[in-house]
């Protein structure tokens, strides 16, 4: 249920973006969902890839500051309240959210986040039967 | 106009024998009332009554910042406590402050070198000065305020900052001479037409500006946005403040008060005393000073020294602008800064690597510190707020170590330049020799 999430430091300077995809494209590895957040003078990518441990060798070896971080994936009823449901699970079990992003897949919507606690995140959705992405699904995206 | 004509115009001869006769007491001084020098002057076996000669100063040992350092804070003083009226101070490199002590006799002293510099850009007892220089442990705002009311002119002490103010009390009072750093002075000269203040209604004629390097483009500037004559006056807080030296009307070098401060040019690398004329380190040796006399003193400022006659009429040595410096301290907004003081704050953290790079700018006129830090996986979050909290933290002890603010740019690891293996740790953009 957990999944590792790819985090990459960017700095200010064109063309680091296309450095990235560049290097993941040169070593066949396909990008699942990912989002940028954006500081002052830097900025954080984080992705979600098929084999990120061959990714974060060859980030790594290319000179990026990179490291996995525990994220949840989350399949949401693509209808109104879909999202509001499974997040009022979170707050109500006192789970917060220190970022979150969203992907279409198919027919429904997923969303990926990472949780101030993440067991207790996955509890309290499986307990509330919200469908949580395997591994094995993003990563074959 | 000389202050002081029978000084600062003696032949050659007369004023080496009163630097001669004032080098004799002033070693005796030291060798009975500081242990530092005695043993310094017993590891080559000499005594008081041997030195007669201002000549015999090639031969004796060098005082550096470290020994000053290392005495902190009264240790070179020669004279007790209830002798010394007052105590300054420049920032540190290890979080110890500089310290300097003052006698009566010593203020006096330093009074008559800002006095003849005073005079020397044309201050009268007629004019009006306002000192913008900070008052305080800094030199420059005490330094210039006793020399300008020693030669009788009014003197406005309204220290540096709050630019509105300063502009104010220039057009009200009619200001006729301002004091302070060159950065400032143009960073006023370009305030006045935003204030809304017309250049006819400033009365300066005369500026007296150091305690930073500046350049000849900056010295137009600042003649043509205050419609003044600018001059540079030198000094540092070991050897007594500003008023070391100071330029006259020829602005062909900084006359070197001689007859209290007997400087030196010296190959940093061998010691050896160079000629006149050539570029070295410049030494500084204090034979007047009571409280804290200095023996061969390495100021780390890169200079030449002159002996060709002045057209002013004075015979003072001439020094040029200091072309940098024999170690890597930055002057920046006043305050002095050494890289070893950046990666000492970084080092003392946790979650940084002393990967830096110093990237010094001048913007409007006023110096801007960068400091670009490498993200390393060992600090490195996956979090904006860890990463901006990390920032601020950074600024904050950079802030309270250098005295100075910063602004913290945080940078891709192996992203600052390696020379040979060394990493290039200072970009000085400001072009300032």
Redesign the interface.
Known sequence: MIIK?L?V???DKTG?LTEITRILAENDINISAFTV?E?S??G?L?LIVGRPELALQVLKEN???V?T?DVIGMIVPHEPGGLHQALKILSMNNVSI??MYAFALENSASVVF?PSVIEKAIEVLQKNKMELLRTSQIYQL | MIWNETIECADRQTLTEIQSNRFATMIERMYYNVPFYRKELQKIGLEPGDITSIGQLKDLPFTTKQDLRDNYPFGLFTVPQSEIVRLHASSGTTGKPTVVGYTRKDIDMWSEVVARSLTMAGVTKNDIIQVAYGYGLFTGGMGLHYGAEKIGASVIPISGGNTKKQLQLMVDFGSTALACTPSYAAFLGESIEKEGISPKDIKLKAGIFGAEPWTEEMRVQIEKLLGIKAYDIYGLSEVIGPGVSMECEYQCGSHVFEDHFIPEIINPETLEVLPYGELGELVFTTVTKEAMPLLRYRTRDLTRLHIDQCACGRTLVRMDKCLGRSDDMLIIRGVNVFPSQVEAVLLDMSETTPHYQLIVTRENNLDALEIRVEVDDQFWSDEIKVLEGLKKRISHNIASTLGLSAKIKLVEPGNIERSEGKAKRVIDNRHIQ
């Open positions: 999430q985090s430091f960017l700095e680091r957040a500081a003078d830097y954080i984080r000179g990026f500051s490291n971080t220190d970022y990472r």
